[in-house]
């Protein structure tokens, strides 16, 4: 039967985006703490309302830009959350997205407004509605993705050493690799470029690499540490 009449009450449509980024060895997700009711005080996703001009995707980097000062993120839709009464408000459908971002362009987001900080992905405060539920969605997908992409690229600056690459699929995995492995295994994608750039530091100069344009992103890191 044809829809002839639209129903006076009808869900809202909001997207949260869960933010993630690697620093001072621990994976961080970005979090805002609630002024209002319901929850007040405590820590959830950014988020926001989807627009009546806006798509989804379009929604979610409008939270980006609010949160982050860009919109030119890795982003991808995670998933849809609608349990009726996640929200005691009103009905309202969440569509997740989550972000990667390099700490260089995003670090230091917290600083300019003590409600927006860094919290631990894997051991964050106790969020408000099922933003506990999408955050560990968001772990999960990200972990899985490094199986078979080079998700961890997004999270670095445009040059790092293998070194701190090896830390960020560390740091996700929640495991040690063995450095000698990590980089016959990595090196063999010929996902890398090295440059002619070093990091000087304590130890013998680290060659500074990126990621190659060239490789595909989907595929080239397929099952490097299942």
Same mark, same amino acid.
């Given at each position: ?11 809202? !449509?909001?997207?949260?985006v ?5 620093? #001072? ?19 959830? +996703?950014?988020?926001?309302? !989807?627009?009546?001009? #806006?798509? +989804? #995707? ?15 993120? *890795?982003?991808e839709?995670? *998933? ?9 408000? /009103?009905?309202? @459908? ?21 409600? !927006? /900080? ?10 408000a ?9 968001? @772990?999960?997908?990200l ?6 992409? /080079?998700?961890?690229?997004? +999270? ?5 050493? +293998? ?7 560390? !740091?996700?995995?929640? #495991?040690?690799?063995?450095?000698r492995?990590?980089?016959?295994? @990595?090196?063999s994608?010929? @996902?890398?470029? /090295?440059?002619?750039? *070093?990091r000087?530091g ?6 500074? *690499?990126?990621?190659?344009?060239e ?12």
């Open positions: 039967m044809p829809l002839t009449t639209i129903p006076n009450e009808l869900p809202a !449509v909001h997207t949260d869960v933010i993630f980024t690697v620093q #001072e060895a621990r994976l961080d997700v970005l979090l805002t703490q609630r002024r209002h009711q319901p929850f007040a005080g405590h820590w959830s +996703l950014p988020g926001g309302f !989807v627009r009546i001009e #806006e798509s +989804l #995707e379009q929604a979610a980097r409008r939270v980006l830009a609010e949160q982050t000062g860009t919109r030119q993120l *890795y982003l839709q995670l *998933y849809t959350f609608g349990a009726p009464r996640r929200d005691l408000r /009103a009905r309202i @459908i969440s569509v997740a997205y989550f972000a990667l971002a390099s700490a260089d362009k995003v670090g230091n987001t917290s600083h300019d407004n003590a409600w !927006v /900080a860094w919290h631990p992905a894997f051991d964050p405060p106790l969020l509605f099922d933003h506990g539920e999408i955050v560990a969605y968001a @772990i999960e997908r972990r899985y993705k490094l199986e078979y992409t /080079a998700a961890a690229f997004q +999270l670095l600056p445009e040059q790092f050493t +293998l070194r701190e690459l090896q830390n960020a699929y560390e !740091v996700i995995l929640r #495991e040690s690799l063995d450095k492995n990590f980089r016959r295994k @990595i090196l994608t010929q @996902i890398l470029e /090295a440059t002619d750039d *070093y000087y304590d130890h013998r100069p680290a060659r500074l *690499y990126r990621f190659s344009h490789a595909k992103f989907e595929g080239q890191a397929r099952r490097l540490f299942p």
